[in-house]
């Protein structure tokens, strides 16, 4: 079991960063975060191609029998063939944009991997979010890390343990690459929760690998 540390005062009200502060891993942690992994210019340059370029969609999600739109805009670019089910909507890969090959290599580079799809998502402002779960379906290959790249508003991601009272918050600003070890999806849950002074847009992209067929 990893060291906690509590720093609180018995009867002290927690504000959220205590509460991270309280239960936060003292051994490894599964991820590793490279900040300005892009510097800001190729940041702003990528920012504004993805805005662009990209067709965004905004799925709509059955909860308890009622429709919502998901809160984000979102897309998947991956090689031909490559299939991928989320927000209850079957995707296919159709080859990737020409565009999108510089980044896709030299985040390959980076991580020692040869990515065959990538979800993207767009986040309006600090309402737009993503709630707690973890990237392990079944067409991903399980002992492949997944790259995290953010470029645009600074958001806060949190991480807490499956099974352990632990809990991690990220600052993931313009140009950082996050990459989350496997034990990272296995181990722990991630989320991109609303912050409601956030008056920017951010787009984070995760590079995944693709069990071929198992999609299908
Ligand atoms: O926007 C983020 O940083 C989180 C994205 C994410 O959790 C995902 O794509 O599974």
Sequence with gaps: ???????????AKASMSDLFQMYRHSGPLPWTLMSSWLNSSEAQLWLHRLENYVDWERPVVRIYGREHFVPRLTAFL???????????????????PVWFIPLLEKVNEVSAVNF???LLNLYRNGLDR????????????????????????????????????LRELLCLRSGDLLIMHPECQQEWLHA???????????????????IKGQGA
């Design 130 to 165: 993503m709630g707690w779960h973890a990237d392990d379906e079944a067409e991903l290959d399980p002992k492949s890390p997944i790259a995290s790249l953010s470029v645009g508003a600074t958001r806060d991601f949190c991480l807490k343990h499956r099974q352990q009272p």
């Design 116 to 118: 065959n799809g990538c």
């Design 78 to 96: 991956a090689a031909d063939g490559i299939t991928y089910c989320y927000s209850g909507v079957q995707h296919c890969g159709e080859g990737w």
């Design 192 to 210: 991109l929760p609303t912050r409601r002074r956030v008056a920017e847009l951010r787009i984070n992209l995760t590079f995944r690998c693709f």
């Design 1 to 11: 079991m990893a060291n906690m540390t509590h720093v609180l005062a018995v009867g």
